[in-house]
């Protein structure tokens, strides 16, 4: 198998259906399952939670609550109620789902290809280098944006953030393009910066990968398959970095833009 | 890059998520923190307000104090001017007595001589009538003088 159809069996999703109507259907469940896996943990913590003496894992959970309210007090001016739970959930899930990117990227396709028996099966487990994935949140929180700056600025106030904004009443053609232009590429450049990221990583990933698999023949193995694990190590040391940045990154700039929305039209 | 209908299940699962997340996580918990941080707070509040509380209850235990030895101070002033007095009294009361003892002494001292002189006198006069009765047993009779030896008696 060469380099190219490596790279592009690993990156092309296991899916059903035609044209628009294809599920990913190794997204879907590998988002799905890290979203059970949070329900279900967060319901065990919860029923045994105290409140006098939280053990180590209620700390550990309580010390990220504490944090992302921290990040709303901070960036965002009103109150409402749904924005910490939004955020923590982005937090979570976003890390979760970034986090299969450090799961070794052969070890669950070559699992599913044993289990399935076809052994040209696809599967792509990180569901954040899916622009479905990252489109999915980033459009829903455009539509909590939308729907929160109707509410407080009414339709009027919004009307007129379109007309009048940047340039003032004398250009307002432009005004509209602009602000249209703002408005749109706060959730494109969510989702974008997101699937870029983890997309990018994942392909560093298979590229170290590539080291080991087709470069180490023979005698060669001694001197590259080292430097893959080496290279390897370093590649998910500063990944793990990056998708809790990116992880963080997506919250808070949700919390800013939903903060923009609740604030009084200028 | 293919967007399709996974993007719609993913908005879904999505949303699905932030609402259960709201339900079983952040809301129980959440409130659970603010319970905890505000069972400190009133904790941190009463022990402020017993320190307090300890304090007033010191100073006044002091002042109670403070009062009690100056009410013993003065009791037993009190007890001592009040037994000097008593001893001032039954001296008085002594003195007086004895006084009294000395003098009833001497009245029956008095009385006793007075009376010793008057059995003396009696007794004398006796013996002198007795003498005069055997030196003028004739020319005298005892009833026809009487009264002169009576005056007699009473001027010895």
Not at chain 1, 95 to 113: A, R, S, T
Not at chain 2, 30 to 41: A, G, N, V
Request: hydrophobic share 50%.
């Amino acid at each position: 198998m060469g380099t190219v159809e490596y790279i592009q069996h690993h990156l092309t999703n296991n899916s059903v259906g035609e044209g628009f109507w294809t599920f990913h259907l190794d997204t879907i469940a590998v988002s799905f399952m890290l979203g059970a896996l949070m329900i279900f943990v967060s319901m065990r913590l919860v029923k045994q939670m105290e409140a006098g003496t939280p053990g180590g894992f209620q700390n550990f959970v309580e010390s990220i609550l504490d944090f992302v309210s921290v990040n709303v007090r901070d960036a965002f001016p009103g109150h409402n109620p749904l924005i910490a739970p939004l955020a923590l959930t982005i937090f979570i899930w976003v890390w979760l789902m970034n986090f299969m990117d450090l799961i070794p990227v052969d070890l669950f396709p070559y699992l599913f290809q044993l289990i399935s028996g076809d052994s040209h099966a696809y599967l792509k487990i990180v569901p954040t280098t899916d622009l479905n994935t990252t489109l999915a949140m980033s459009l829903t929180v455009f539509c909590l944006i939308v729907f929160y700056s109707i509410k407080i600025k009414g339709v009027w106030g919004y009307t007129k953030m379109f007309l009048f904004h940047p340039f003032g009443k004398f250009f307002i053609p432009v005004n509209i393009i602009m602000t249209f232009i703002e408005e749109v590429s706060k959730p494109l450049s969510l989702a974008l910066r997101l699937f870029g990221n983890l997309f990018a990583g994942e392909l560093v990933f298979l590229l170290i990968a590539l080291i080991g698999g087709t470069l180490a023949v023979g005698a060669a193995a001694l001197f590259w398959a080292p430097l893959q694990v080496l290279l390897d190590l370093a590649w998910l040391i500063f990944h793990l970095l990056v998708i809790t940045l990116q992880a963080f990154i997506f919250m808070v700039l949700t919390i800013v833009y939903l903060g923009m929305a609740h604030e009084e039209a200028h | 890059m293919n967007i399709n209908a996974t993007l719609l299940i993913q908005m879904i699962a999505f949303m699905l998520l932030i609402w259960f997340v709201n339900k079983v996580l952040w809301g129980p918990l959440s409130k659970l923190m603010e319970e905890r941080q505000k069972k400190i707070t009133d904790g941190l509040s009463a022990a402020e307000k017993g320190k307090h509380e300890l304090e007033l209850a010191e100073n006044k235990a002091k002042e109670v104090l403070k009062d009690a030895k100056s009410q013993a101070q003065n009791i037993l002033g009190q007890a001592e001017k009040r037994g000097s007095e008593i001893v001032e009294d039954a001296k008085v009361k002594a003195t007086e007595e004895a006084g009294r003892i000395k003098a009833s002494a001497q009245a029956e001292i008095e009385q006793e001589v007075s009376r010793a002189r008057e059995d003396l006198r009696k007794e004398v006069a006796s013996i002198a009538v007795s003498g005069a009765e055997k030196i003028l047993r004739k020319e005298i009779d005892a009833t026809r003088h009487n009264d002169m030896l009576e005056t007699l008696v009473k001027s010895i």
